[in-house]
Each structure stands twice: as structure tokens, then as C-alpha cells.
């Protein structure tokens, strides 16, 4: 019997092709877009989880008083150790870790490099595997080095190197040969590896190794490590933080204990949380986004089912009339629901095949593969179709199976006109749902472009950047900013500067606490720190509003100089910056005379408010790491870039020319909001299609049912205009209603995004006009086309259509 319903169903589909592709079509590309973007989620919320003992490791991180005072996601060196040691009844092991960047050389391959410092536990704490080596020696012996399997392959071509060399440049510009004692095998996500700030790290170092590259995880003042620890079972978090409170108490300077809150997150939450949640919030934006999509294919699916269903309300009569039973009708309904449901299902799995790599690309992201999910994942494509069926079928194999012969075969009922009714109120929920997902990405568009086209209070046109080699002495300061006045002299470039961060990614610049000579250390300002030459303002055309960026030539007083920025100099009890000039201020443990004041401009993401930030001059902490070039433009950019890489070699031998434009800073700050608009934006589209699919099958059921009133208006003298705008009235009713109900929603809902953000758009009445406008126009267009190629059609063959 089921082989038969299955062959009826089938006989059904191909009766009916535009409408069984339409309802196919529509329902396959919502469960799509929801299988990639429940791929994108599940990969998120997998980030960690993989780890040994994932269950009871955190990473300590600090609340500062003042945000400016410290990192966030680092802690006290000592801390977790000191855990360790002293209290094993709480933490059974610990990690310590301290990133850094250098150049990587092996022969003519030179590569800048992300690298970690850590303690010998990582093998054993978090069960990461080696493809070679011993994990019990490979971190002990001196200048030894542990690498990935990528970078294996990278600098050898293959992962059997152990034994292998590698040079690591310091920070003075000498190179030092590592042995390769072990090759990390391919790793699941987490953020130990490829952590937050630094991503991929390919280098792993003992702490034997860190004086090289000036790092320590070690001392209780210093807060510049990455701290994990491992509770035992039962611990109790918060037993840990109270413990660490008192360590700091104990051990740490006042500024430090005074100022600092440590406390654990769990490492399987750390992901979600970092960065004020970014993570969980496009989480959730992107699930509700992927469920109101799969719940307006759904509604397609449902409505054109049941309008079809119902057009068969005669051949329901007849089989009546035969002897039919009333649950032979129902089994065959529900078997032709479920089973269109299945192929939908079936063509999404392959869909999904196909797209989900260029999903991956267009979010940034790699998804997870179709046969990468555990077995227990196949219950869904199992399950959701027989869902879906059922939903759908539900009305036809109850509702018009159980009418009376006589209804049938007359072809209505109340309950019929009443399921109509129904459906319509669906149509308008889709038209409200795509509504609001095209003003928000409109909006969500405009914020992204505040981002990248507003006032930043910089320039960032034309210019590039990119780390030089190090060499942190008085002679190699003095050697990079004679080699960045080089590259100014060239015709292809106006200015050149050196600095230890760039605009875009100051967020992870150091901190400083400033206040004014005579006050009290107590009142000091926490502030951002940036070390630069005095040609940075220019080449950024940072407005100096008072006095100068340091002195227009480098001499030997400028380490006692500083400039700040208008936030530092109200914050010091400046209204007028020009008071600041000459005034003495002190932070770091010196004294700065103050030679300018700089507008404020922004140098980390837009959700928080500028920060006071005071430059110092590269000369008073013989520190560097970027060069920052602004090429002229009107000329061939390529060809500028060009000439600047072969002066790079000139002047650098063997010190790759790694160039980036400060846009590609700025997507590493915004790659969140980026990713949530190129998502929504697919989203949008997928959300309109699917939404003009279902009106179109809507319409056409429409216009179907009423062919033969169409012809009889055509002959009393109905002219093909005057029955075009009979089925706009109707329709556009369904659309005003489902756009006019979109605009408080989306208005709602995006003015809550909106508000994480210090600086934002202001939400103006144009996205509404345009998402209703075309949503409106599209839909007017799809009902004209429709009913015109229908009152176009010889009233003859319409009054014989039934």
C-alpha cells in the first residue's frame, strides 16, 4: 500500500512541476541556509570542548578597576603557579603562556611568525598530540623548539623534521638556531593554539628559551601572562578566586592587589565570552536569523501544500463516491507530504555539499563538512521531513478527507474559505519576517560602513604598514628611523614613521598611569600608551590642535618628551589644550615635558568611548614594531607598493616585506560585524526568495481557482487592467500589512544592537522605505505578470477550465 501512495505522490509531482518545484525549491534552500549556519554554530560552540579535561580547566582573567590599567584576558605570572604549589587540593596543574612575533628563517624562506612561551605542562594538560617526538623531552632541552604540522610542511615540505633547525631572530636583530624536538599534530579549535589575539601560533617554546625574546612568565608584577589552570574534580571556582585574592595580598605590589580582580572562566565558555561576547551574540543573531528563514520556508511549504490540497477537493468526492476509505485518503496525503518533504531534505544534504566551502570563504570562517558531524546528527535529516510533512499534511488528511461527498464534489466549504484566511495570515507573517531582515541588513551595513568610511580622526587612505625587524637599542633606533626618513625621500612615498602599534589595533597597547607633576599618585589617569617617532601624526594626518608631535628633528631630549590626546588633557584638569603645552606630567616612573596635544581619534573598536592616550617618543623606550608608509596618491598604487618593497630589500636583506593596508587592521577588530552582515546579507536574500517563491505559489493558486470568474468578467467587458487591479487590492493588502508590521520590530531590535557601540548611526527612515519599497514593487510585478499572462488567455478555454 505505501508503494502505491509513494507512486501517486509521485504521479502528483510531475502533474504539477511549477508548484512541485516551487514548494521543493523553497523548502531545500531554507534548510540549507539553516544547516550552514548550524554548522557555523556547532563549530563555535565546539571551540575547547575537545581539550583533555576540558570540564575542569579555566583561564584567570582580570577586572581592573580602570580598563585602561591592564589586559583582560591576561593575569599575574606567578598567580598560577603559585595555585599550583601551594594549594593542590584546589588546582592539579597549571600553563603559563606569553605570545610574541619574529622573523622565522630557514635558508632563502623568510616568514614573521606568531611564537609561545609556556611551561612544559601543555602536552600533558591539554592532550594535545604529537605527530613526532617524544612529549615527555621535547620541552627539555635548551633552544629547542616545538612546531605545528602546517609549519613543518611550510618550511620543509614534509613533518618528518625532527632533528631539523629553524632560525629565530631576536629583538637585537641576531638570529639563533632551534632544534625541532617535536611536530604538533593537526589540532581541534581551541584557543590555546590559536588564541584570540595572535591567532594561529606555529612556534612553541619553553620558558628555558623566553629570555631570547625578552619574555618572562614569571613575578608576581608582572601581568602580561596568559594564565590556565586545572581544578581538581569537585573544586569550586569560586574557593579559587578567593584564594587568588589572597596570593595577590600577599605577594603582589599595592598598585597590583589595590586595582586588579582575578577570576576564572571556563575555558569552554572563554571563546563564547571574550571580547564582551561577540561570539555568543552572532550566535544567537545568526540562529534566529537561520530559524525565522527554515520557519518561512516551512510556511511556503505548508501553504502551497494545503492550497494544492484543497484544489483536490473533487477528486476527494470521487474517491469517496467509489468506496474509498476516509483513511486510505488520510495515509495518502500525509505519505505525498512527508514525501516531498524528503526530497526537499535530500536536495538541501546535496546543496550543502556544494556551497558550504564558498559559505565558509564568505563568513571567513571553515565549516564543517557534511560526513564531519557525529553519526547521531543523521536523526535529523530524519526527523525534520517527517515533521514537515505532517505539519503540512495534517489539514488535508483531517480536515478535507472528513467532508461530505456532496461538499467535496461541490468544491467548498466554510472550512476551506476559512483555511485560506489562515494562509494569508501566513504569507503576511513571511512578508513581516523578510522585512525586518532587509532593514537590518541595510542598517547592520551602515554601522560597517561607519566603521571603514566615517570620521575616524586619522587618515588611513594610502597607507600600508608593516613589522621590521628589531633591534631594541639606542643604535638600532637610530638605525630604523634613518632607514624610515629613506623611504619618505622616495618619490612614491610623502611620509614614513615607526611605532610599536598602529591606529587600528591599539587596543593591545601598553598602559600607563599619568598624572600631573605635584598631584597625587592616587589621581593619576589610566591611559593608553604608544610609542612612536615624531612623524607618525603626519603620516596618519593626526590633527595637532596645540603645540607639535614631538620636535620636527630627532634629538637626543625627545625621550622626555610626550604628546596627548584631547580625552588625556581634560582628563589631567586641561580644558584648553594649549594649557598642556610645557606642563610636566609623569607616568612610567618619568617625568615628560608635554610639546602637543592631538584631536582624538579612534584607536581600538567603536563600541567603547576614546581613552586617554599619551604618546612617547621611540627614543625614551628603544622599542618598535611597525613602519608605516604613506604613499602619494594619483599614481599606480601597485607600482608605489612596488618601489617601497625594493627599497625595503635595499635597506632590510632577507626581512620579508609582510605589507598590509590598515582596512585589514580594522577587519580584524570588526571581523564579528562583518561576518554578521555578509551572513545576513545571504540571509536577506535567501529570506526575499524564499518569501516571493511562496507569494508567487500563492497567486498562482489564486488566479487557478478563479479562471473561470477571470473569463466570465472577460466577457461582460472586464478589461485586463480592471481584473489586474482586483488581485492587486487583495494582495497588496496582505503585503502592506506584513511591511507596515516589520518597521517597530526591526526598529526595536536593531536599536538594541546598535546600542553596544559607543559610536553609532543614528536610524534613519531610509532603510524602511527602501525594504518596503522593493518588497512591495517585486511583489506588484510577480501579481501583474501572473494575472495578466492569466486575463490574457481566450475566455473559452477559461470557462471550460473546470
Not at 449 to 478: C, H, M, T
Not at 709 to 734: D, H, M, N, T, Y
Not at 769 to 796: C, D, E, F, K, Y
Request: proline content about 4%.
Amino acid at each position: 500500500m505505501l508503494k502505491n501512495y509513494i507512486k501517486i505522490a509521485w504521479r502528483n509531482l510531475w502533474r504539477h512541476g511549477g508548484f512541485s518545484l516551487i514548494n521543493i525549491g523553497g523548502l531545500s534552500v531554507g534548510i540549507v541556509f539553516t544547516l550552514l549556519i548550524g554548522a557555523y554554530v556547532w563549530d563555535e560552540l565546539r571551540v575547547n570542548r575537545d581539550l583533555k579535561n576540558a570540564d575542569d580547566q579555566y583561564i584567570i582573567l582580570s577586572k581592573w578597576k580602570t580598563p585602561n590599567m591592564g589586559l583582560e584576558f591576561t593575569s599575574v605570572a606567578q598567580l598560577s603557579k603559585a595555585l599550583k604549589e601551594e594549594y593542590p587540593g584546589l588546582v592539579v596543574n597549571s600553563y603559563n603562556s606569553t605570545p610574541a612575533f619574529t622573523i622565522v628563517s630557514n635558508g632563502n624562506n623568510h616568514f614573521r611568525e606568531g611564537l609561545q612561551f609556556g611551561d612544559s605542562t601543555m602536552l600533558n594538560m591539554f592532550g594535545f598530540k604529537l605527530l613526532h617526538g617524544d612529549p615527555r623531552t621535547v620541552f627539555r632541552a635548551p633552544a629547542t623548539v616545538l612546531v605545528t604540522s602546517r609549519a613543518a610542511i611550510k618550511y620543509f615540505g614534509k613533518t618528518a623534521v625532527i632533528g631539523q633547525s629553524l632560525s629565530f631572530e631576536d629583538f637585537k636583530g641576531h638570529k639563533k638556531d632551534f632544534m625541532i624536538t617535536g611536530v604538533l599534530a593537526e589540532q581541534p579549535e581551541n584557543t590555546v593554539t590559536k588564541t584570540e589575539l595572535y591567532h594561529d601560533v606555529d612556534f612553541f617554546f619553553s620558558t628555558l628559551d623566553s629570555k631570547y625574546l625578552r619574555r618572562s612568565a614569571e613575578g608576581w608584577n608582572n601581568t602580561s601572562v596568559v594564565d590556565y589552570v586545572q581544578l581538581r574534580k569537585g573544586a569550586k571556582p569560586a574557593a579559587v578566586e578567593s584564594v587568588m585574592r589572597d596570593l595577590l595580598r600577599k605577594n603582589a605590589s599595592p598598585d597590583i592587589y589595590h586595582n586588579l580582580v582575578p577570576y576564572l572562566m571556563p575555558l569552554k565558555k572563554y571563546h563564547l565570552q571574550v571580547n564582551n561576547g561577540l561570539v555568543n551574540k552572532m550566535i544567537w543573531t545568526l540562529s534566529c536569523i537561520a530559524f525565522f528563514v527554515l520557519a518561512m520556508a516551512v510556511i511556503n511549504f505548508v501553504n502551497i501544500y494545503i492550497g494544492r490540497s484543497a484544489s483536490r477537493m473533487k477528486e476527494i468526492g470521487v474517491r469517496k463516491v467509489m468506496g474509498g476509505m476516509r483513511k486510505q485518503l488520510i495515509y495518502q496525503f500525509l505519505t505525498e507530504a512527508v514525501f516531498m518533504a524528503m526530497l526537499a531534505t535530500a536536495l538541501a544534504l546535496i546543496i550543502y555539499i556544494v556551497v558550504s566551502p564558498y559559505f565558509g570563504d564568505l563568513i571567513g570562517k571553515e565549516i564543517t563538512g557534511l560526513f564531519s558531524f557525529p553519526v547521531y546528527f543523521i536523526i535529523i535529516p530524519v526527523l525534520f521531513p517527517l515533521l514537515v510533512g505532517l505539519v503540512a499534511g495534517i489539514y488535508p488528511a483531517l480536515i478535507l478527507s472528513g467532508l461530505k461527498s456532496i461538499d467535496s464534489l461541490k468544491g467548498g466549504s466554510k472550512t476551506v474559505e476559512h483555511s485560506v484566511l489562515s494562509r494569508k495570515v501566513l504569507v503576511a507573517f513571511q512578508f513581516t519576517t523578510a522585512a525586518v531582515v532587509f532593514i537590518s541588513v541595510i542598517i547592520i551595513s551602515e554601522q560597517v560602513n561607519l566603521f571603514f568610511k566615517g570620521d575616524l580622526g586619522y587618515n588611513k587612505d594610502f597607507v600600508i604598514y608593516a613589522q621590521v625587524p628589531r633591534d631594541w637599542s639606542p643604535k638600532g633606533v637610530e638605525k630604523m628611523e634613518a632607514m624610515a626618513r629613506q623611504f619618505a625621500r622616495m618619490p612614491q612615498v610623502s611620509n614614513a614613521s615607526i611605532s610599536w602599534e598602529i591606529p587600528a589595533n591599539i587596543d593591545w597597547e601598553m598602559e600607563a598611569s599619568v598624572y600631573r607633576q605635584g598631584d597625587n599618585p592616587s589621581q593619576a589617569v589610566a591611559s593608553k600608551h604608544l610609542t612612536d617617532d615624531n612623524q607618525f601624526a603626519q603620516t596618519y594626518n593626526i590633527p595637532v590642535i596645540a603645540g607639535t608631535f614631538f620636535k620636527p628633528i630627532v634629538t637626543e631630549d625627545d625621550s622626555s618628551q610626550a604628546v596627548i590626546n584631547e580625552t588625556e588633557a581634560k582628563a589631567l584638569g586641561w580644558k584648553n589644550p594649549q594649557n598642556a603645552v610645557g606642563q610636566n606630567v609623569t607616568g612610567m616612573g618619568d617625568v615628560f615635558t608635554i610639546t602637543g596635544v592631538v584631536s582624538d581619534f579612534h584607536f581600538g573598536s567603536m563600541q567603547e568611548r576614546i581613552q586617554p592616550l599619551i604618546f612617547t617618543n621611540v627614543n625614551y623606550s628603544k622599542s618598535y614594531r611597525y613602519m608605516s608608509f604613506k604613499l602619494r596618491g594619483g599614481g599606480d598604487l601597485i607600482k608605489n607598493i612596488g618601489a617601497v618593497q625594493a627599497k625595503w630589500n635595499e635597506l632590510m636583506p632577507g626581512e620579508p616585506f609582510a605589507w598590509s593596508f590598515i582596512d585589514d587592521a580594522l577587519k580584524k577588530i570588526y571581523s564579528g560585524e562583518i561576518r554578521l552582515k555578509q551572513a545576513a546579507t545571504v540571509a536577506a536574500v535567501l529570506a526575499f526568495v524564499i518569501v516571493l517563491l511562496g507569494f508567487l505559489g500563492l497567486v498562482s493558486l489564486n488566479i487557478q481557482k478563479r479562471t473561470k470568474e477571470i473569463g466570465i468578467r472577460k466577457v461582460l467587458g472586464s478589461p485586463i487592467a480592471g481584473i489586474i487591479s482586483l488581485f492587486l487590492k487583495e494582495f497588496l493588502v496582505i503585503i502592506g500589512v506584513g511591511c507596515f508590521a516589520a518597521c517597530p520590530l526591526a526598529y526595536m531590535i536593531m536599536d538594541k544592537w546598535l546600542s553596544d557601540y559607543a559610536y553609532r548611526i543614528s536610524i534613519s527612515i531610509f532603510p524602511f522605505i527602501i525594504s518596503m519599497g522593493a518588497i512591495t514593487l517585486i511583489a506588484t510585478l510577480l501579481i501583474i505578470m501572473q494575472t495578466a499572462r492569466a486575463a490574457g488567455v481566450n475566455p473559452i478555454k477559461s470557462l471550460r477550465s473546470e
